[in-house]
């Protein structure tokens, strides 16, 4: 691979995990974002974002090398064949876990295992600034030098790989494989307490720990209809966005990669949405997955009775109001910045996100899964909530700070209400459910009345709009519409928004970013709903071949080319794929049953 004025592709990055944080490993094997302890914390290697002063983790031959690369079945532990002209060598990359689930700290092993020949590797340990807020440093001890940056201890791990030598800010050396040989380089971290020192013997156990672990995870899965590897990789890699200690739900792994090449539209994503939380519980009880359902409702629920107002659009992994945004002075992935800790859209209204919440709840319910009576309290209030504010103009499903009465907003509501009644009907939630019923049909008659355009045989983005939304899409997979006007809908936003098998969100911003990846799934999906399940699954097999080598997904793909751009990986990208899938099949199912 080729790097540009230091940086990698963003589709040139794998993903591992430990339930806490993510480390991104591009082709060449350097690690260029990984927050220590937390997925939110600041990385202490962020070459992604700051090519010079951001931090990396280097293990690579010497020479000259090709690499292929995949996850180990089931698992999301990443291995990496690297030949060379003197031989080849297996590099297995792995965030471990302990014996009872996730460690007190952060412990990543590299492995490295000699297959033929003989070859050369250097690797080298250099913590960054911390997206310039710290300066690293090495620091002796009695047990060795450890690294220092900021609130966090780190220390390198070696086995077999003890030609090291020790700068003022990193940790450097070599060794050289053979056939059959084994080594290891590993590195472990804490913030604000004692570093435990691992035996490199037990690193290096721990790898192979970590791979049964999510082995007996994804035995859970239950899954065995179409594109069922592309699935199954999607569902990994939802989990890696699972934050254990809280049940929270990270929209993705990063912050500030951009959605197009000129800069300003730069996001932190490394927080939960009501809405991809909504997306995954779906996903993951649809898979018969228990305990991460389990623990994201019950911490939505928690951090919502917490908080005030009544929904938040999104919350910090801990469950707390996100605060304010800023702005580190480095220079983001190839030069676009800004880089952003923090995200604005925190204070908007989005009443979309009603919808969201009554949509968990009603999956976690129709699972066989009781309320608890505080919480049935609490949905009712939201539902009235829900009746008086859905007349209101909110941000929608974008965060668009151009205010409109969204055609997207006025369907979670109505999906919150169409859900409230349901869950009233079966005893889950007190209330009026009459007052529910009656709003919840005032806001189809409004949305057929206002936000159909006959002149374009299309739902429009708001009422008096010229251009479309793909979000309206969702109006199929939530059953307010799988009829003409949506089949219709679906043909002009093709025509409108569409390039190739990928759509844009919206009318006009293709002059602003690329397109986003969980539309065009979200075509599929409504595609399938409408009837038109062959042309849903033509599309579909176009689109799960758009994923970066190990199955993964960016929050957008440039049309012109097929590079990544935004966040990365984009759970609501894998989301969008994993419900088409189940779309689909659930349909072919119906099908084969008549």
């Not at 082995?215 to 239950?222: A, D, I, K, L, M």
């Not at 109001?321 to 190839?334: A, H, K, N, S, Y």
């Not at 919150?416 to 009026?432: K, R, S, W």
Request: with cysteine; net charge negative; charged share 20%.
């Amino acid at each position: 691979m080729s790097r540009e004025n230091g940086y990698a592709a963003i589709e040139d990055y794998a993903a591992i995990g430990d339930g806490r944080t993510v480390a991104l490993i591009a082709l060449d094997g350097r690690i260029d974002w990984l927050p220590i302890p937390n997925l939110d914390s600041p990385p202490p290697f962020a070459a992604l974002l700051d090519a010079e002063a951001g931090g990396t983790f280097a293990l690579a031959p010497t020479g000259s090398f090709s690499v292929d690369r995949s996850f180990v079945d089931g698992t999301n532990v990443l291995t990496s064949t690297y030949r060379t002209d003197s031989g080849t060598v297996r590099v297995t990359d792995s965030l471990n876990t302990g014996v009872a689930g996730r460690l007190p700290w952060v412990e990543l092993g590299r492995r490295v295992e000699g297959i033929d020949g003989a070859v050369e590797m250097a690797w080298q340990v250099a913590p960054g600034s911390m997206l310039g807020k710290a300066s690293p440093w090495a620091y002796g001890t009695e047990h060795g030098t450890v690294l220092r940056a900021d609130g966090l201890t780190m220390a390198v791990r070696t086995l077999r790989a003890d030609d090291v030598t020790v700068g003022d800010q990193e940790i450097h050396g070599t060794f050289v494989t053979s056939e059959g040989s084994r080594h290891l380089v590993g590195l472990v971290g804490t913030e604000n307490e004692p570093l435990h020192l691992p035996d490199p013997v037990k690193v290096d156990e721990g790898i192979d720990r970590t791979v049964d672990n999510w082995r007996v995870w994804s035995n859970e899965f239950h899954y065995d209809g179409p594109w069922n590897e592309h699935v199954a990789r999607s569902a990994l890699a939802l989990k890696l966005l699972l934050h254990s200690p809280s049940g929270a739900i990270a929209a993705a792994a990063t912050t500030s990669l951009p959605e197009n090449r000129v800069g300003g539209k730069n996001w932190d994503y490394r927080y939960a949405w009501v809405r991809d939380t909504a997306y995954t519980i779906r996903a993951l009880s649809r898979f018969g997955v228990r305990e991460e359902v389990h623990a994201a409702v019950a911490w939505l629920l928690k951090v919502i009775r917490a908080n005030d107002p009544l929904v938040n659009v999104f919350y910090t992994l801990g469950g707390e109001l996100p605060g304010g945004t800023e702005q580190p002075d480095v220079p983001g992935w190839r030069g676009i910045g800004p880089v952003v800790n923090g995200n604005a859209a925190a204070n908007q209204l989005q009443l979309g996100i009603f919808g969201d919440l009554f949509a968990i709840v009603r999956l976690y319910v129709e699972a066989g899964n009781i309320l608890d009576a505080e919480t049935g309290r609490l949905l009712a209030a939201i539902a009235d909530e829900a009746c008086d504010s859905w007349q209101r103009r909110d941000a929608g499903i974008w965060e668009l700070e151009d205010e409109q009465h969204y055609t997207s907003s006025k369907l979670g509501c109505w999906q919150a209400l169409d859900c409230a009644v349901h869950l009233a009907d079966a005893g889950q939630i007190p209330g009026v459910a009459d007052r529910w019923r009656a709003e919840r049909e005032r806001i189809r008659r409004y949305v057929e009345e206002n936000c159909w355009s006959a002149e374009r045989q299309a739902y429009l983005a708001y009422p008096g709009a010229t251009g479309l939304d793909a979000s309206v899409l969702l109006a199929a997979e939530m059953n307010f519409d799988r009829g003409e006007r949506m089949s219709s809908t679906i043909d002009a936003l093709g025509a409108e928004l569409g390039s190739g098998p990928l759509l844009y969100r919206y009318t006009g911003v293709d002059k602003e970013e690329a397109t986003f990846v969980a539309c065009a799934f979200w075509r599929v999906t409504a595609l399938s709903c409408v009837g038109r399940d062959d042309e849903a699954s033509e599309l579909m097999d176009q689109l799960v071949e758009m994923s970066n080598d190990v199955g993964l997904y960016s929050e957008m793909i440039d049309a012109s080319d097929g590079s990544f751009l935004g966040n990365f990986p984009q759970g609501l990208s894998h989301l969008a794929l994993v419900n088409a899938a189940l779309t689909i099949a659930h349909a072919h199912d119906a099908t084969n049953s008549r």
